[in-house]
């Protein structure tokens, strides 16, 4: 528009005009600076940051009560082995004839912790260690370890000790995959 041609009524005509289509584009724009100014966008921002960090945070204590429960797990295998053992001695085939793997050796006490069957427990990865003690002849508390043939060791009154070892594996998210070594052990006096 050239305004040397214009006369000042018109002039200040076109100047109103333009005034008020200011006034009109930037009541238009309005809404949108409030709702881009205003905080109603800062929860979703807050809620997009926090929850992989819950997620995260949840993730770890299931894995932490896995590994509680597994670890529960293996001290009692290592109870109902020794238990299982401790009846099973040199003179278990003539108390209870009709009892399965008597005189029970170290072979047969780690085929008895792995038929164990606890969920989530992979048996084939436990090792299970086995040892006859006999009770020191001047102190009847202290134990020492059987080094005679299998018949005096397994016999009644001395102890079997089993050892179980578990390497439970921990996933952390953005970690290298690694192992806990849960590791129990159980000694009781052979009754049989």
């Known amino acids: 528009m050239n305004l040397t041609n214009l006369s000042t009524s018109e ?11 200011r006034k009109r584009f930037f009541r238009r724009l309005m809404p949108l600076r409030r709702q881009f ?22 993730i770890g204590f299931c894995q932490v009560c896995v590994a509680i429960y597994s670890n529960f797990c293996i001290t009692e295998m290592a109870r109902d082995t020794a238990r299982w053992a401790s009846v099973r001695g040199s003179n278990s085939c003539a108390d209870a004839p009709g009892m399965d793997s008597c005189d029970a050796t170290a072979a047969d006490i780690q085929a008895a912790a792995r038929k164990a069957a606890y969920p989530g427990i ?34 009644p009154g001395n102890a079997v000790q089993v050892t179980l070892s578990y390497p439970f594996p921990i996933d952390i998210p953005m970690e290298s995959s690694r192992n806990l070594k849960f590791s129990a052990t159980s000694q009781i006096v052979i009754v049989q």
């Open 11 to 21: 002039c200040a005509h076109s100047f109103i005009q333009q005034r008020r289509d």
């Open 37 to 58: 100014t205003g905080e109603t966008g800062s929860s979703l921002i807050e809620f997009a940051v926090s929850v992989p960090i819950l997620f995260m945070l949840l």
């Open 122 to 155: 992979d048996t084939s990865k436990i090792s299970v260690s086995t040892a006859w003690l006999q009770a020191d002849s001047t102190d009847a508390v202290t134990w020492s370890a059987c080094t005679q043939g299998s018949a005096i060791c397994n016999a």
